[in-house]
């Protein structure tokens, strides 16, 4: 199988500092992949080179054998790749429903006179993505907050619209950056549900970064380790859980 | 589509009544106030998309005004008389009119993405610098051209046609057509920020990154915004220029640009109401404060008290007269006694 999601020696220098050094990540169709590293370890850096919003130094990014590097961020989004952010970036004076629709702007086939004159084009648009974003919304849980500006959203929920907005695109691959930060034990159980929902049932490639060691063993099938910016460790959570490389990662060698 | 016609239809009916009663019932001087402030309601609503919207802080609005006056006067006067000459000021023929207005806009729009581009490199502070810069250049430009009148500018530009019933006044058909584009714009953008256009510019206002990375286009819809504000702002100019019959380059300095950036403000940045409302309250309070002016023989007083009231709005109602909301008619049904929440 081709991988859907490749990168090759990708490396980003800021100034002195190699945030992220020869990273090579094969993500195949169906894949439930998790990323993990400690703290500053350069992952939300590489969704960052993936998703367009930084420019690699070296390497290069493959997503459905395309080159992706030297893209801006919609055209990456326009092939099928989406993400969440770490830091929750919602568009707070728009709506919950607004929000979501806001993702299936980019497969609007409209141009502004449409909407101007109010055609019909226009309509039909409008109740495609209306319905589009309900449907996700229903997924995920929100559809009744769907009328609440998303800035009135609590914590867990924004976490949660962030993830109907980026299936809104009509993504092959989603990146989630820590989905379950801030969240309680509850809220992360329905969460791993909700991952694993995306993967089975909408067919969404996935590609995880999370900090919660039980949620990352317990959903993910492949877990890759990142620490200083260079991959210590690839396998399956098993593998993981056992390679004293981790280990030393995350408690500190001798 | 079908209601769309129907709309401009009524507002075109609307724009007539409106310009009859006047003609009946007003006295000009009167008639000159609500002119002026139909002008600055087309160059506000327009700046609400690019400023509002979109979030750009563009401060260069009256440069687009300036290039669309001078167009739309130029071309009517060279349609109307062939040439530049003294006489008599005579009426623009419909088609010359409304060829000018167009012409005007498209010029303005162009304009718009020449600033557009450069905006969409540069965000806050240093685009509203590059803008007013823009402005003052196109002034300067203008004020330099002797063909076009240097400083004094060009005069004798044709009155606006008239229509039907509409002959011996001094307003002549002024209120018609500057608020049929009054309507209009406010009609178009009222749609367009109710569309999934409107939704993308906000997005890049709340999130740039967020925004693009869900695929909106922010660079190309950047500019969209500016060709909009800037299409409707060459139309004002044009409005003005065959309203004022003379245009010189520093009816455009960047204090108008400024002014207009405190309707924004003033009336609530994002919302189309805000602007109107604060297209009324800019034009109309310093003319309201001048007797207050002339009964206390104070010169300048009025310019004081406006721009102290400016100051205390600033202060007490940071987010301007409506904030982002709207007036519209989901409003009223709300307040209406029996109205469903």
Redesign the interface.
Known sequence: MTALLATENLTIRFGGLTAVDGFNLAIEPGDLFGLIGPNGAGKTTVFNMI???YLPTEGSVHFDGKLVNGL???Q???LGV??T?QNI??????SVL?NA???A??H?K?N?FD??????R?YR??QR?RDRAYELLTFMGLEDRAGLPAKQLPYGHRRKLEIA??L??EPKLICLDEPAAGMNTGEKAELSALIRKIRDELKVTVLLIEHDMKLVMGICEKIQVLDYGKTIALGTPQEIQNNPKVIEAYLGGE | ?A??VGLLLAGLVACYGLNWFLAEFIEVVYVDYLNLIGIAIVLAVGLNVINGLTGQFSLGHAGFMAIGAFVAGLVSIQLTYGEMSSGPLELAGLGTFLLSLLLAGLAAAVLGVVVGAPALRLKGDYLAIATLGFAEITRILLTAQDSLGGPTGIKRIPKMPLLPGTGAWDGGTSVFWIFLVVFTIVL?SA??QR??????L??I???E???????????RMKV?AFV?GAFFAGIAGGLYAHYQHSVRPDDFTSIRSIEVVVMLVLGGL?SITGAVLGAVAVTLVPQLLRPLEEQLQVNGLSMVVYALLLILMMIFRPQGIFG?RELSLKLFRRILPGGRK
């Open positions: 998703t367009g919003v801006q961020p919609a990456v989004a326009a989406s993400r952010f970036r919602l568009f707070d004076e728009l607004e629709m806001t993702g702007h980019q609007a409209i502004l909407s101007l004159l109010r055609t019909a226009h648009e409008e993505q907005r980026a809104a695109t | 589509m209601k769309t178009f749609r367009l569309s999934t256009y409107g939704r993308a906000i997005a206002r709340e999130n990154l967020a925004a693009e990375t869900m695929g909106v286009r922010a660079a969209m909009y994002g982002q």
